[in-house]
């Protein structure tokens, strides 16, 4: 396997999930002015130009602030080990992929393979990786398992 190219970016802001569309009587559905911002608060800190065109694989790491209720040595114990929390998983994912991949530039069919994982830490952030891979190659993360 070879990777032609990759863009990394670290994103400081707190997570989000994809918003479902909304619809009021006979209107057409519409996404939420909230979410709205929140993609285009993302697409402010991303170079689209650098993002790689053709089959991608995209790594997305999430980081999610600890509650301030939580003790220092619960906060101690917690940081840097898996997150189980809402908002789900692939709503976050999503989101990101939405801002990523505007339907404008194709959308994000082109991602052929996603891999994401969520971590308990003291700043929220989100860091994404995203390689492109050649003709008719594939990643092979069995070695990472």
């Known amino acids: 396997m070879s990777v032609v190219n990759n863009y990394k970016i670290v994103l400081p802001m707190k997570p989000f999930g994809k918003a479902r569309p909304r619809c009021r009587g006979k209107t057409p559905p519409y996404m939420p002015a909230e979410y709205k911002q929140k993609v285009k608060d993302v697409q402010s800190q991303v170079n689209l130009s650098e993002v790689p065109d053709g089959p991608v694989v995209v790594f997305i790491h999430i980081y999610y602030p600890m509650p301030k ?17 809402k908002p789900d998983i692939d709503n976050v994912a999503g989101a990101i992929l939405d801002a990523i991949f505007p339907e404008s ?14 971590y308990w830490s003291d700043e929220p952030k989100m860091s994404i990786n995203i390689l492109k891979l050649g003709e008719n190659e594939y990643y092979d993360d069995k070695n990472s398992l």
């Open 105 to 118: 530039s194709g959308g994000d069919s082109r991602v052929v393979g996603l891999i994401v994982y969520r």
């Open 69 to 85: 209720s939580w003790s220092v040595a619960k906060k101690d114990l917690a940081r840097g080990k898996l997150c189980p929390r």
